[in-house]
């Protein structure tokens, strides 16, 4: 519990009804005791409503240092409670319990053994709106209520409509403003990078802003009018463009240029961009501010760049990344010597004097490439002359020796080494890939043929799949190729088989199936009944029809119709009414069936529609046993009966449930009309 030192707490330091606000207003110190969990407050004056609400008089109090334990692992408040006017000091681990009116949190703090933080919630209690206002100032200089909309109107003629916006506590009403009628300029910037601002009546749709003048936009290309709102004068818009030539979707990615002078920002506000095409006199799209994301766009001048070291407006020789570039890099201010060095070794350098070169004079040093291969200058043989290491052991290039200082073998024709040489598969139908005119620079090579064709090669045109299409340097050759049946029977070449090559010695003609002599298509075909030994026409055939409307004795069903057939029998929905499955013949005329849960339906019970009552089921439940009830049942002195009433005519149906028969469960009723 709090231990508070010698003093009363809740001294009243003054009672004044004339403070604004309740909270702390000296702000107590705060110390952790380490190796105790505990923390001391030490003497701190405060303000506090003497209810939650807010409401009535507003006394400032002195609470004297206390010490409060912490618990571990959780966010804990050390707050100042009115209590009932004699105020304390708590920790509290629920917000909710806090309200800024007589209960004030004046620490946040949290313990994980003796690591202790905390953070401190300042003094409200001395100038609270005051300080309100700053933060909202400095924090979100306008913020719009309603209203503000972009839009156009006519040709390129701009639009933002009436609404309101916050400054700090001042609620400012805007009217509406028209580029037509009111004040409208457009800002750009000159080649001194300063802003000139003109006079326009609508936004601009031909030109683009290049950080140091207007440019020209491309034909086809976008340019981007960022549309700003000034507060302070009644009806003035301000107008930027993008600063590039944008094609649509680099348009539609544009940010907010970042060279815009602070001056914009503070006296004025955002309303959105419009978007529009070269030429054209309504725009491709209008963004509203309020709705879409803007953030300022990258640095495009050099220039603009902060914390560059060294050089001068035009000359910058700072760099911590590589320097990508077909133009000379020009230093301007190297004194003595220049120190490249490698980015991973710093032990690896290299240094180039420039100390005794003569004024008015250039000497060119050529750096390695990114191979490391560095071009060495020969004064009698030009760079033409030189072998370039990229033409090196590749077509229409210089041929490279291995390390016996011979040709190696890939860099000599085949027509040479004299073996054969595979090029690919080949489509004798189509000639595809098409073979070449043989000559002594193809010698050797081979196709294999994997699509037979009668392509006319040299006089050849049988062509099979396997064979062989070789050039002997003047012509090209067929070789046969024998991939498919090597023989039959033991019998190569055009083989005619016996009935011996085939084990079929004890089979005469006559024991061979016969033909069947007619038939209908898609019928079942049988084994003569007569002969015995000749196929014939049953007559039937198979039947998909899942409906099964044929009727017929010459259709048999497929398993699928079966089953199509029985899963589109009908669900039965109770107190519905169904042809009965049993019609007993036809004696009872046509027969219906009603299924039921606990009673009957109530067209059977009213409406006198019922003439006969043919048969039911009952299932029911006594308060000993459960039963089934099929035309009539008695269950000792228990009854469930299903009656007709009256003696004759049509007449309604009544279920009757005697005794301990409690409850009557599914059941059904057949029944005429």
Not at 468 to 497: M, P, Q
Not at 601 to 623: E, K, Q
């Amino acid at each position: 519990m709090p231990i508070s030192k010698g003093g009363n707490n809740g001294t009243i330091s003054n009672s004044s009804t004339n403070y604004i606000s309740s909270g702390t207003v000296i702000k107590p110190t705060i110390t952790y005791n380490t190796g105790l969990g505990t923390v001391t407050i030490g003497d701190g004056t405060y303000r506090f409503f003497h209810n939650t609400e807010y409401i009535g008089a507003i006394t400032e109090h002195i609470i004297i240092e206390t010490t409060v334990p912490i618990n571990e692992h959780i966010a804990s408040y050390i707050c100042a409670d009115y209590n009932s006017g004699t105020p304390i000091i708590r920790v509290i681990t629920d917000t909710s319990q806090f309200n800024w009116s007589n209960v004030i949190p004046i620490y946040t703090v949290s313990r994980d053994g003796d690591y202790f933080s905390y953070v401190d919630w300042d003094a409200p209690g001395n100038g609270l709106p005051n300080k309100m206002h700053d933060r909202l100032i400095r924090t979100n200089r306008f913020s719009r209520e309603f209203g503000l909309s972009l839009g156009e109107e006519g040709i390129r003629n701009i639009i933002v409509s009436a609404g309101t916006v916050w400054q700090g506590v001042y609620r400012n009403s805007m009217n509406a403003v028209y580029s037509s009628t009111d004040i409208c300029r457009l800002a750009y910037t000159l080649v001194d990078g300063t802003f000139a601002i003109t006079n326009v009546t609508q936004y601009d749709n031909t030109q683009y802003d290049t950080g140091v003048g207007l440019a020209i936009l491309t034909d086809g290309n976008y340019t981007v009018n960022w549309i700003f709102r000034m507060i302070g004068n009644e009806k003035e818009i301000i107008v930027f463009l993008g600063n590039e030539d944008y094609d649509l979707n680099a348009a539609k990615a544009s940010q907010l240029p970042d060279n815009i002078p602070a001056s914009f920002f503070t006296n004025g506000m955002l309303i959105g961009r419009i978007i529009v095409q070269k030429g054209a006199d309504t725009a491709t799209q209008i963004d509203s501010a309020f709705t879409t994301m803007f953030s300022a766009s990258t640095v495009t001048n050099h220039e603009g760049l902060v914390g560059l070291q060294g050089g001068d407006v035009t000359h910058h020789y700072h760099s911590d990344q590589p320097i990508n570039t077909t133009n000379d890099v020009v230093f301007n201010s190297i004194k003595s010597s220049t120190l490249i060095k490698d980015s991973t070794d710093n032990t690896k350098n290299a240094k180039f004097n420039v100390s005794d070169i003569t004024t008015g004079n250039t000497r060119v040093y050529n750096l390695p490439d990114k191979n490391g291969n560095i071009a060495v200058g020969l004064d009698n043989v030009t760079n033409d002359a030189q072998v370039k290491r990229s033409e090196m052991a590749i077509a229409n290039g210089v041929a490279t020796l291995d390390t016996s200082g011979k040709l190696t073998t890939s860099q000599i024709p085949e027509a040479i080494l004299g073996g054969l040489n595979f090029q690919s598969l080949w489509n004798a139908n189509t000639n595809t890939p098409t073979i070449p005119t043989a000559s002594t620079l193809n010698k050797g090579h081979y196709y294999k043929v994997n699509v037979a064709g009668s392509t006319l090669i040299d006089g050849i045109s049988d062509w099979t799949i396997g064979d062989w299409i070789v050039s002997n340097g003047t012509i090209w050759d067929k070789v046969d190729a024998y991939e498919g049946v090597v023989s039959v029977a033991g019998r190569t070449g055009v083989v005619t088989l016996t009935k011996a090559d085939i084990s079929l010695t004890n089979v005469t003609d006559d024991a061979q199936v016969k033909k069947i002599a007619s038939s209908v298509s898609g019928n079942i075909a049988t084994w003569d009944g007569t002969t015995g030994d000749t196929i014939s026409d049953s007559g039937l055939s198979i039947d998909i029809d899942g409906t099964l409307t044929a009727n017929s004795d010459t259709k048999i069903p497929s398993q699928k119709a079966v089953k199509t057939y029985i899963d589109a029998k009908p669900t039965y929905v109770l107190n519905t009414e169904y042809l009965s499955p049993e019609q007993h013949g036809g004696i009872y005329g046509t027969v219906y069936r009603q299924y039921f849960n606990a009673s009957l339906p109530s067209s059977l019970t009213s409406g006198n529609t019922v003439a006969m009552l043919i048969d039911y089921s009952i299932r029911y439940v006594t308060t000993a046993n459960r039963g089934v009830a099929r035309g009539w049942s008695q269950d000792g002195a228990n009854t469930a009966t299903i009656n007709l009433v009256g003696t004759s005519g049509k007449s309604n149906l009544l279920l009757w449930l005697s005794g301990t028969i409690t409850t009557a469960w599914l059941g059904w009723v057949d029944y005429t009309k």
